[in-house]
């Protein structure tokens, strides 16, 4: 017979009653049974419903609030909300960069998903997508001339092309990706300044396949962007290996 003594169990991780409140909640959302826009019921019917005071059930909602899945009402009453992207994305980018991800880790899905958003973008864009597109370009050259960096304005039309490939599953991958891989491009502009140059001709020409509705050489200018950014940080002789910084920048995500 086996030796009882010698037996190892693992110890049980009981969830507390709050949490257990905000994942049948969770669950309800999921599964459509709670559809955006609907009311939960109030703080009282729900602590009778489950069975727990109402303290344990506010502090379950204050979970889904941060959550972004609901929001006060102007009545104040809760009802169910769509996560907006800069509720998961700032989340998502604090995940990566805890887990001390490397600029090569982030530049090899970025070869992977903004070709990709370019090919889409140029199926999908509307005319206000490819006016966006414009002004950013136009504001990207005021940039140059004046001596200024324009990383934050590639970010800036990194995301207005995921943008416009109108899909979400793509968009909202992307963008903690490209927001990751910002001070990336901050620090690259002042040791090589050529990059910003390179920087705008790829983005006209994107922008001109996208207009053209091009898919194949919007894709190959967009891969070439972005394999001349990972070119320009060993030029300028930055380590590819080593964990990216958390970003200030607040924005949308790009490259």
């Known amino acids: 017979m086996p030796d009882t003594d010698q037996l190892h169990l693992p110890k049980l991780q009981v969830r507390s009653a709050y949490e257990l409140v905000c994942r049948e909640l969770e669950k309800r959302i999921l599964d459509g049974t709670l559809r955006m826009g609907d009311?939960?019921?109030?703080?009282?019917?729900?602590?009778?419903?489950?069975?727990?005071?109402?303290?344990?059930?506010?502090?379950?909602?204050?979970?889904?609030?941060?959550?972004?899945?609901?929001?006060?009402?102007?009545?104040?009453?809760?009802?169910?909300?769509?996560?907006?992207?800069?509720?998961?994305?700032?989340?998502?980018?604090?995940?990566?960069?805890?887990?001390?991800?490397?600029?090569?880790?982030?530049?090899?899905?970025?070869?992977?998903?903004?070709?990709?958003?370019?090919?889409?973008?140029?199926?999908?864009a509307t005319a206000p997508d490819l006016a966006a597109m414009e002004r950013n370009l136009r504001e990207t050259e005021e940039a140059l001339r004046n001596g200024l960096s324009p990383?934050?304005?590639?970010?800036?039309?990194?995301?207005?092309?995921?943008?416009?490939?109108?899909?979400?599953?793509?968009?909202?991958?992307?963008?903690?990706?490209?927001?990751?891989?910002?001070?990336?491009?901050?620090?690259?502009?002042?040791l090589l300044p050529q990059a910003g140059e390179r920087l705008l001709r790829a983005h006209r020409e994107i922008h001109r396949a996208i207009r053209l509705r091009d898919g194949d050489t919007a894709f190959t200018w967009m891969h070439k962007h972005v394999a001349d950014f990972r070119r320009g940080y060993e030029l300028a002789g930055l380590p590819l290996d080593a964990p990216v910084d958390m970003p200030e920048y607040r924005g949308a995500g790009g490259v």
């Open 151 to 190: 990383a934050q304005l590639d970010v800036e039309f990194q995301a207005l092309v995921a943008r416009s490939a109108k899909n979400q599953a793509l968009e909202l991958s992307r963008e903690p990706i490209g927001l990751l891989l910002y001070p990336a491009f901050e620090a690259l502009i002042p």
């Open 39 to 124: 009311r939960l019921p109030t703080e009282t019917e729900l602590a009778e419903r489950f069975g727990v005071n109402r303290s344990t059930v506010r502090e379950g909602i204050r979970r889904l609030e941060s959550e972004g899945l609901v929001k006060r009402s102007t009545g104040r009453r809760l009802v169910v909300s769509l996560p907006r992207h800069s509720d998961l994305t700032p989340r998502t980018t604090r995940a990566l960069a805890l887990h001390r991800v490397t600029f090569r880790e982030l530049w090899e899905v970025a070869m992977v998903m903004e070709p990709l958003a370019a090919r889409l973008a140029a199926a999908n």
